[in-house]
């Protein structure tokens, strides 16, 4: 799976005890290859490795195989689209509390947030994206997702 630029990917591991605070990664998924350069550039000063998911099912076999911080999640894609996988997500055991941005290029719309945040999202942004948003709210929530995981791994 292709990674930013002068990252090297995760060594491969079905098991998700503790890791080390910076190998925990940011995965980016989108069906656009523009779209995730875009996400990975505005991501890179937070130096974490950035793992590329370009459809729903990929995500989720990336985030059961990597030890993944943070998910920035494109809403609408073929196949299983970005509340589907939060789906998923939240009702697997290992992924519950991984927190999951959504980022939408539908504009505006209350319903479609309402619905992303009773799945349990931890953000929802609209296209086009602040690039200072993103970085934000990903590191915020990496930070936090990474603290508890060591937490619990004491």
Do not use: C
Not at 1 to 21: I, Q
Not at 64 to 73: F, G, I, Q, T, Y
């Amino acid at each position: 799976m292709p990674t930013t630029p002068g990252t090297e990917p995760a060594a491969s591991t079905h098991s998700r005890g503790r890791a080390p605070r910076d190998s925990y990664a940011v995965l980016v998924v989108d069906d656009h290859a523009d779209n995730l350069f875009a996400m990975e550039q505005v991501l890179l000063p937070l130096r974490r490795r950035v793992l590329r998911a370009t459809s729903g099912e990929q995500a989720l076999r990336t985030v059961l195989r990597e030890n993944v911080a943070v998910v920035v999640l494109d809403l609408l894609m073929p196949g299983l689209d970005g509340l589907d996988v939060l789906g998923y997500l939240r009702r697997l055991d290992q992924t519950r509390q991984l927190p999951v941005i959504l980022i939408t290029g539908v504009g505006r719309s209350d319903e479609l947030a309402e619905r992303a945040f009773r799945l349990g999202a931890a953000g929802f942004l609209i296209k086009p994206v602040s690039p200072w948003a993103l970085r934000a709210q990903v590191e915020a929530l990496a930070a936090l997702y990474t603290r508890i995981q060591e937490h619990e791994a004491d």
